[in-house]
């Protein structure tokens, strides 16, 4: 019986369209001036994304993973992100800051995400950018971003 219903379900197209399999995201915010991400999702809950901006005057680029940890692969979603990022242009990849210059971030994100049925995506996030400059040092960042959700 339950495999009758569970065909009648699939032949008549029931249910939730499928999860994203990649995204495309670009958008603004601050201390982050420009933030683009593009990301894979090995699980409908779980991206694994390059993350690349510029944080004032500093650019950063590094991986990120991202939780969906309330919410629908398509729809409404609570996000948590965390990232690491370096700063390619200080040489060679220096961890530790000096002053004006970022060298690399740890980052960590609470935000919302919406996915719509034919790819639409937002979000928006505040967090945290931990860094080093002669100790332990963080400070804000919050962002805007919209994109594409790539169907499978």
């Known amino acids: 019986m339950m495999v009758l219903w569970a065909g009648a379900m699939l032949l008549a197209g029931a249910g939730a369209m499928a999860a994203p399999v990649a995204t495309v995201a670009g958008g603004v915010g601050l ?25 004032v005057f500093n650019v950063l680029v590094g991986p990120a993973v991202t939780w969906t940890a309330l919410g629908e692969p398509r729809g409404h979603q609570m996000l948590l992100t965390g990232a690491l990022r370096v700063n390619p242009l200080v040489s060679p990849f220096t961890l530790k ?56």
Do not use: C, K, Q
């Open 31 to 55: 201390a982050e001036l420009v933030h683009i991400e593009a990301g894979w999702l090995p699980r409908e809950d779980l991206a694994v994304e390059l993350h690349a901006g510029t944080v």
């Open 97 to 152: 800051s000096g002053g004006e210059s970022l060298a690399a971030t740890g980052e960590t994100y609470l935000g919302y995400g919406f996915v719509g049925e034919r790819g639409l995506l937002l979000r928006a996030r505040a967090g945290v950018l931990m860094y080093g400059d002669g100790g332990f040092a963080a400070g804000p960042n919050v962002g805007l971003m919209a994109g594409y959700a790539f169907g499978s």
